[in-house]
């Protein structure tokens, strides 16, 4: 009897513990996943390159929606000025966060607003703290 009762706490216990992933998993709030990035966006950001200096970027993204961008950037790097443009690969993911790798070899973390009118995002590469948010030029509507 103490095993079966023990057996029983356990798997309630599991169920319990395993719900709230699965609840969570089922509430994607980016179900449109790379879709929710589409159409064209100001870009800005700034921060610090190591061996650089401060660098400060505003231009224009444009997302396929499909896994594929391009970006013009103007940027003043520690006040010496450049027009740079590259393309990338993305992916967003349920729970709206994504990843871009672009051709000069920078690589980025978002996080996407649900309606894809809105990101922030971070370069990862070592050396760098630069970060920065997008905004939709024509927004989406609801």
């Not at 790379?34 to 700034?46: D, F, Q």
């Not at 729970?95 to 990862?124: M, Q, R």
Request: hydrophobic letters at 35%; proline letters at 4%; charged letters at 15%.
């Amino acid at each position: 009897m103490t095993k079966k009762l023990l057996g029983t706490c356990a798997l309630a216990a599991l169920t319990l513990t395993l719900a709230p992933l699965t609840v969570r998993g089922a509430d994607a709030r980016c179900p449109l996943l790379n879709a929710t990035l589409h159409g064209t966006y100001v870009v800005s950001g700034s921060g610090t390159i190591a061996g650089v200096g401060q660098v400060t970027a505003l231009g224009e993204h444009t997302w396929d929606g499909q896994g594929n961008t391009v970006a013009t950037n103007t940027i003043s790097a520690n006040g010496n000025i450049f027009n740079v443009t590259v393309t990338g690969t993305y992916a967003v993911n349920p729970d709206c966060t994504a990843s871009l790798a672009e051709s000069d070899g920078t690589h980025y973390k978002f996080v996407v607003a649900p309606d894809g009118n809105t990101a922030s995002w971070i370069e990862i590469d070592h050396g760098t703290v630069v970060s920065g948010t997008e905004v939709r030029l024509k927004p989406q509507d609801d």
